[in-house]
Nanobody
Framework: QVQLVESGGGSVQSGGSLRLSCAVSNYPYYRYSMGWFRQAPGKEREGVAAIDNYGTTTYVNSVKGRFTISQDNAKKMLYLQMNSLKPEDTAMYYC?????????????????WGQGTQVTVSS
């Protein structure tokens, strides 16, 4: 059974930083893309960033220049470094694993999801 376990969420003030981690196990498709998503209360789930096996990345416009997605395939870990956080970044953050080589933040490409980690940014 594929398992994705996020950690690293918390509460920070505006301008602060957090690093989210996602431990991946039993996922047989490590060459496929992985991504981070978020969902704020009352809002739809939003793709934040994605990365493929070659390190190609894509980001939603609202986080470009502030967030960095990375991975350690040997350790089977996915990361999201979040800097210059804003109150509008407040959300539950999820990591996800795709069944596709395409680097995309489209949730339809993702088959496996973690339980999420909460990020709260206060002004």
């Amino acid at each position: 059974q594929v398992q994705l376990v996020e950690s690293g969420g918390g509460s920070v003030q505006s301008g602060g930083s957090l690093r989210l981690s996602c431990a991946v196990s039993n996922y047989p498709y490590y060459r496929y893309s992985m991504g981070w998503f978020r969902q704020a209360p009352g809002k739809e789930r939003e793709g934040v960033a994605a990365i493929d096996n070659y390190g190609t990345t894509t980001y939603v416009n609202s986080v470009k220049g502030r967030f960095t997605i990375s991975q350690d395939n040997a350790k089977k870990m996915l990361y999201l470094q979040m800097n210059s956080l804003k109150p509008e970044d407040t959300a539950m953050y999820y990591c996800a694993a795709a069944l596709s080589f395409v680097v995309t933040t489209d949730a339809l490409a993702y088959a496996y999801w973690g339980q999420g980690t909460q990020v709260t940014v206060s002004s």
